[in-house]
């Protein structure tokens, strides 16, 4: 099974579905498409790279803490997430290593406000060929 996301339309937050082989896959397409929810991502080049590790838990709880410190970046640290990538999985951990630039630089290219990552619905589905998710986005 191939990696991947997509947007997909929602009453009044936004939302994606994601699709991974594997649990570590999974949050990183995730990752990803919260990404493309925030900004052109293209457009920008990283001015540095943060690490986010993110302690082992249940697989939908592991995946909302890793979507929810992307999200503090952009509230608290005031760094636009452009890019992400897979550094480890072990003992129900990730990390997830982030590319951002300061906000003021991503301004131009924002594409709206992400709040938080829900609850609604946030079940991992296992298909013969992987697993699937839809997370939806409070905005």
């Given at each position: ?29 995730a990752a ?16 540095r790279r ?90």
């Open positions: 099974m191939q990696s991947g996301y997509h947007i997909i339309d929602h009453t009044a937050d936004k939302a994606i579905e994601v699709w991974a082989p594997d649990l570590g896959r999974l949050i990183l397409e990803r498409g919260l990404i493309a929810l925030l900004v052109e991502a293209d457009s920008l080049t990283p001015q943060i690490q986010i590790a993110v302690a082992p838990r249940e697989p939908e709880l592991l995946l909302l803490d890793a979507l929810s410190e992307i999200l503090y970046l952009t509230e608290d640290e005031q760094l636009m997430p452009l890019d992400a990538e897979l550094l480890e999985t072990d003992a129900g951990g990730v990390t997830v290593e982030v590319g951002v630039v300061d906000m003021d630089v991503a301004a131009p290219y924002a594409l709206g406000l992400v709040k938080a990552v829900t609850y609604h619905d946030l079940d991992i589905e296992r298909t013969p060929s992987g697993l699937r998710i839809q997370v939806t986005f409070d905005t």
